[in-house]
C-alpha cells in the first residue's frame, strides 16, 4: 500500500513525481531516471512493439488507403473526413514519444509545486479516461461495432464478420491503448517539469520580496544590536554591514537558482519544441476535419485533441506568468536600502527577470492562452471557409 500511496498528492516533491512517471515511461521502453538501474523487462519491449505494429496498421496506413483509396471510389466524403480526423489526432501523442526517444535527459532536483502533480493528475485521468470510454462505447453498443464504424482495415474485409472482426478489434484497442498511454505520459513528464520551474521562480519571488524583512530578523537574532553603546555612527554601520553581507549571499544564491531554471526551461525547449510544433500543426487539420464531418460523429475525438494543446498552452502561460511574478518581486525587494554592490547584483537580477520565460511551438509561436484561443478561432473561420465552400449542412 505504501508503494500505491506514492502516487497520491501527499508525495508531491519533485523526486517522487518524476519517479511516478519514469515507472509508467518504462512501459514504453523510455527510462528518463538515470538513477534507476533496473533493466526494462523484456515483455515491455514486446508489448510496445506489438502496439506501435497495430497503431502504424490501423491509423497510418488503412488510414491513408481507406481515405485516398476507397472513399474516391464510393464517394463516401462523411466517412473519408471522420477517418482522417481519426487518423490526424491520433499522431498528436506519437511526434512527443518520437522526440523523447531522441531527446532523452534527466534531472536530479528537489522539489515542485503540489499544484503540478494535481495538473499532471487530472490530465493523465482525463486522457486515459477518454480512451477509455471509447473503447466502452463499441462493447456496450448493441450489436458487433468498433470504435469506428466508418474505418475499414486493409485486408481485412468484411470486418463485421468472424474471425475479421476479432482480430480488427483487438488491433484498434491496442492501438487506442497506445496513443492514450503514450499521451497520458509523456504529457505528465512535460507538465510536472515545467511546473517545477513555476514553483522555483514563485518561491524564488517569495524570497525576493522578504529579502530585506528577513536580513532584519537575522541582524536581531545575532544579539548584535547596538554593540557600542552611545556611538550612533559606529552601531549603524555595524548594522548596515551585517545586513548587506546577509542580502549578498543571498542574492547570490537566488541569481544561482535563476540561472539553473533558465537553463532547464532552455532544455525543455529544446526538446519539445520541434514536437509541439507538429502537434500544433496536427491539432489544426485535425479539429477542422472533425468539424467538417460534423461533433456527432467526433464527439469523443474532440476532448482529446483540445486536452493535449490546451494543457500545452496552460503550463507554458504559468511558467511567463511565474517570470513575471519574479520580475515584479525584483524591484520590489527594497533593493533602495542595499549597498552599492548588492544594487548592482539586484541591477544585473533584473535585466535577466526582463527576459520573458516562454516555452515556444518551434520558436513560431509561444505557448499560452493568447496563442491557444488564436489557434481556435482560425480553426473556426477555416471551417467555415471550407463548409460553404464544400456546401456541407
Known amino acids: 500500500m505504501s508503494g500505491i500511496r506514492k502516487f497520491g498528492l501527499q508525495h508531491c516533491d519533485l523526486l517522487t513525481s518524476m519517479g511516478n512517471v519514469a515507472f509508467f515511461m518504462k512501459a514504453v521502453t523510455l527510462k528518463i531516471d538515470e538513477r534507476d538501474q533496473k533493466a526494462i523487462p523484456i515483455i515491455f519491449y514486446f508489448l510496445t512493439l506489438c502496439c506501435s505494429m497495430s497503431y502504424l496498421y490501423v491509423y497510418v496506413f488503412s488510414m491513408v488507403w481507406f481515405v485516398f483509396s476507397r472513399c474516391p471510389v464510393t464517394g463516401d466524403v462523411l466517412a473519408a473526413l471522420i477517418v482522417f480526423s481519426l487518423g490526424i489526432a491520433s499522431q498528436i501523442s506519437t511526434v512527443k514519444f518520437v522526440y523523447m526517444m531522441i531527446y532523452m535527459f534527466s534531472s536530479n532536483l528537489?522539489?515542485?509545486?503540489?499544484?503540478?502533480?494535481?495538473?499532471?493528475?487530472?490530465?493523465?485521468?482525463?486522457?486515459?479516461?477518454?480512451?477509455?470510454?471509447?473503447?466502452?462505447?463499441?462493447?456496450?453498443?448493441?450489436?458487433?461495432?468498433?470504435?469506428?464504424?466508418?474505418?475499414?482495415?486493409?485486408?481485412?474485409?468484411?470486418?463485421?464478420?468472424?474471425?475479421?472482426?476479432?482480430?480488427?478489434?483487438?488491433?484498434?484497442?491496442?492501438?487506442?491503448?497506445?496513443?492514450?498511454?503514450?499521451?497520458?505520459?509523456?504529457?505528465?513528464?512535460?507538465?510536472?517539469?515545467?511546473?517545477?520551474?513555476?514553483?522555483?521562480?514563485?518561491?524564488?519571488?517569495?524570497?525576493?520580496?522578504?529579502?530585506?524583512?528577513?536580513?532584519?530578523?537575522?541582524?536581531?537574532?545575532?544579539?548584535?544590536?547596538?554593540?557600542?553603546?552611545?556611538?550612533?555612527?559606529?552601531?549603524?554601520?555595524?548594522?548596515?554591514?551585517?545586513?548587506?553581507?546577509?542580502?549578498?549571499?543571498?542574492?547570490?544564491?537566488?541569481?544561482?537558482?535563476?540561472?539553473?531554471?533558465?537553463?532547464?526551461?532552455?532544455?525543455?525547449?529544446?526538446?519539445?519544441?520541434?514536437?509541439?510544433?507538429?502537434?500544433?500543426?496536427?491539432?489544426?487539420?485535425?479539429?477542422?476535419?472533425?468539424?467538417?464531418?460534423?461533433?456527432?460523429?467526433?464527439?469523443?475525438?474532440?476532448p482529446f485533441a483540445l486536452m493535449q494543446v490546451g494543457m500545452d498552452c496552460l503550463v507554458g502561460q504559468r511558467v511567463m506568468d511565474a517570470g513575471e511574478v519574479f520580475m515584479d518581486a525584483v524591484y520590489d525587494c527594497k533593493w533602495e536600502r542595499f549597498s552599492k554592490s548588492n544594487m548592482k547584483t539586484a541591477m544585473v537580477l533584473l535585466v535577466n527577470a526582463q527576459r520573458p520565460m516562454t516555452i515556444t511551438a518551434g520558436g513560431v509561436t509561444t505557448l499560452s492562452y493568447v496563442s491557444f484561443m488564436t489557434i481556435i478561432k482560425s480553426i473556426y473561420s477555416t471551417y467555415t471557409t471550407l463548409r460553404s465552400t464544400m456546401g456541407i449542412q
Open 110 to 302: 528537489l522539489r515542485t509545486l503540489r499544484e503540478a502533480k494535481k495538473r499532471a493528475m487530472l490530465f493523465w485521468i482525463v486522457i486515459i479516461g477518454n480512451g477509455t470510454l471509447y473503447v466502452l462505447k463499441a462493447l456496450l453498443t448493441p450489436g458487433r461495432h468498433f470504435m469506428e464504424d466508418a474505418l475499414l482495415l486493409y485486408g481485412l474485409e468484411p470486418m463485421f464478420n468472424t474471425p475479421n472482426y476479432e482480430i480488427s478489434f483487438t488491433l484498434m484497442v491496442l492501438s487506442c491503448v497506445l496513443i492514450c498511454y503514450l499521451c497520458a505520459n509523456i504529457s505528465a513528464f512535460l507538465i510536472i517539469i515545467t511546473g517545477y520551474v513555476e514553483a522555483q521562480m514563485l518561491a524564488l519571488s517569495e524570497e525576493l520580496t522578504h529579502l530585506w524583512d528577513d536580513a532584519e530578523e537575522n541582524y536581531r537574532g545575532t544579539e548584535l544590536e547596538d554593540i557600542t553603546d552611545g556611538d550612533e555612527e559606529i552601531n549603524d554601520e555595524n548594522r548596515d554591514i551585517i545586513l548587506n553581507g546577509y542580502v549578498a549571499i543571498r542574492l547570490k544564491a537566488i541569481a544561482k537558482s535563476h540561472a539553473e531554471n533558465i537553463n532547464l526551461l532552455r532544455q525543455i525547449e529544446g526538446t519539445f519544441r520541434g514536437a509541439i510544433a507538429l502537434e500544433f500543426c496536427f491539432l489544426i487539420v485535425a479539429l477542422i476535419a472533425e468539424l467538417l464531418a460534423g461533433l456527432e460523429n467526433t464527439y469523443m475525438e474532440v
